[in-house]
């Protein structure tokens, strides 16, 4: 069987129909997508399991593994050589910002992460996605496959200003570093896909929760994301729910029809709870005086530390006065505790009617107004 198909012509003004799953092969689609266009690819090609034989449970039942044709290939030659050809025109369509994911097993992901390499990929992280529930090893001759491997890379070694949310990744994970090593349930219970006959419509469905954890770690409402080999839809599902655009290839017709009905009866969360925890220094610069100009503070108001134990006045300037000197939030700050160093924002508080409030939700207020 071969992998590889015909190439076509790439017109670099080509209109892109985001929000589509696209029927045909993956690298002969993928040639017809416009350069630098895409946020972020997720791909979880085919494994080349190698498998020459059935796998049966204890009870002689038959194992439903992967075994589709379009899992199948006559040598690791041709696999490499479709894998290149992918990732090739994946890099092309991704945007100088944008980043890949790509999963699989040890079937298949070191030779994934050495062509990945040999193209100029910059890899950022491998990170392993522990099963939850595994599948057992039933012929007990090798260690249970509890994990797959995922490799997170940007287009190439200069790609320096690509999406990493940060903070929002430690709120989800209860204000934590998120590690490399991720402990989430495979795809099982009303989340399944059934055929007809209630059996798994596709064979390596993946969990919407892993895909969460991706895209809001690496793109932002509103940007592309790619999934060549799309499968049953799992990444424009939670694409919608998150108000992400995607792009879909898939060239299997029945997983396609699949994926347009489960995509149609999703709806994607409301706007204002897709914002994710920023880090104060993604926050856009708030100078003290721009609060006076908005009259959220006067000229004249005295500040407090939460003690009030020091004390400055505030001048139509956006500087501060204490009993000793004249200069910004900070600097006054510093001076009054005889520190090097001070947060102005946190140091300082106006009265309320006899109560304390920091200064830093009148910024607060004004970054909400802003945006």
Known sequence: MNHITAMK?????TAVNYDNIICGETIEELKNLPGNSVDLV????PYNLQLDQN???PNNSKVDAVNDEWDQFESFEEYDKFSHAWLKEAQRVLKPTGTIWVIGSYHNIFRIGYIMQNLGYWILNDVIWQKANPMPNFRGKRFTNAHETLIWASKDKNSKKYTFNYDAMKSLNENMQMRSDWYLPICSGH??????DG???HPTQKPEGLLHRIIISSTNKGEV???????TGTTGAVAKRLSRKYIGIEKDKYYVNSAKK????INSYEIESLNISQSKKAEPRIPFGWLIERKLIEPGTVLYDNKRKFKAKVRADGSVISSNNTGSIHQIGAEVQSASACNGWTFWHFDVEGEL???DILRQKLRSELN
């Open 9 to 13: 012509t790439v017109h670099e003004n």
């Open 42 to 45: 997720f791909a979880d090609p």
């Open 55 to 57: 796998l049966y449970r």
């Open 191 to 196: 989340e399944r896909l059934k055929n007809d």
């Open 199 to 201: 059996k798994k419509l």
């Open 225 to 231: 994301i790619l999934d060549p080999f799309f499968g």
């Open 262 to 265: 489960r995509i149609g009866k």
């Open 357 to 359: 409030k920091p200064i």
